[in-house]
């Protein structure tokens, strides 16, 4: 008889924490029986050990500096970054700054519907100040304006998994040109930009860029620029800068002309998002 060695002992499952247990003291949190909306201040510089979530979850940083390891990949996330992540994904983090703030999103597997049919789900992150980012500020003030109506949660975040996770039926390749486009935008935010100049830069008809752009992005190229400026201001904001200053350092005429933008992309005024990063 050949001798079998003994299987080795299965290792340990990481613990499944919630956001609560995860990022630090609540501020405010709303519940219905899909959703769960947290606000949450990390007061100090923490490192998490590996571990995974009980829930699907998005999580937003508002304020200070958060780092991620997924097995072998560092992502190092600055203020207005999101991240999707679903139930049982095994990472670990650090607080890498202070008084770091976040608003977290727990959801219930079912709320995926389509979308956990189509494929497994991945980790995805919102890098660059995308639709999900401002549909999140959004969010938030709702439940800072203590509208406890369960349809004032759970539709957003429907709303919001569709722009991290995109539409079902796209399958075809978007050309490669949009990636320069998108790159110009995000990159030269703060200078002034034109169809005629995008075209060229793509290579096709500036209304073929319009077109493409909107239908890919689901936005239109203004949209888009728009978007990426009060990025680059809310950061600005947050570490202190003076509004009129953060305003002209992203290509905005003046402060008024960026506070009307800046309302219209997230649902709140620029004094108005100080004070929740202050808080």
């Not at 049982?88 to 709320?111: C, K, N, Q, W, Y």
């Not at 949660?153 to 978007?174: F, K, N, S």
């Amino acid at each position: 008889m050949n001798a079998t060695s003994p299987k080795p002992p299965a290792l340990p499952r990481p613990p499944a924490l919630s956001a609560g247990q995860f990022y630090g003291a609540v501020q405010e949190s709303w519940r219905t029986h899909l959703v769960t909306l947290t606000l949450l201040r990390h007061a100090n510089r923490r490192a998490v050990p590996i571990h995974s979530h009980a829930n699907i979850y998005i999580a937003l940083l508002l304020e200070g500096g958060y780092r991620e390891w997924i097995g072998d990949e560092e992502i190092v996330y600055e203020p207005l970054t999101a991240v999707f992540h679903p139930a049982g994904l095994v990472h670990r983090d650090e607080i890498t700054a202070p008084r770091s703030l976040f608003f977290a999103i727990e959801i219930d597997p079912a709320m995926i519907g389509a979308h956990g049919r189509r494929r497994e789900l991945r980790s995805v992150r919102d890098l660059s100040g995308g639709p999900a980012v401002w549909s999140m500020l959004r969010l938030l003030e709702a439940l800072r304006g203590h509208r406890r109506d369960a349809l004032e949660a759970e539709e957003p975040v429907v709303e919001i998994l569709e722009q991290l996770l995109g539409p079902a039926d796209e399958t075809a390749a978007p050309p490669r040109w949009l990636a320069r486009v998108e790159a110009r935008l995000r990159d030269d935010y703060a200078d002034p930009a034109s169809l005629r100049e995008l075209g060229e830069l793509a290579g096709v008809h500036p209304v073929h860029v319009a077109r493409v752009f909107r239908r890919r992005r689901g936005c239109s190229i203004r949209a888009f620029l728009h978007a990426q400026r009060v990025l680059h201001v809310s950061r600005a904001i947050a570490s202190g800068t003076p509004l009129a200053e953060a305003a002209l350092a992203a290509g905005f005429c003046d402060q008024s002309h960026m506070t009307r933008v800046f309302k219209a992309v997230t649902g709140m005024t620029p004094v108005r998002y100080r004070a929740i990063a202050a808080r």
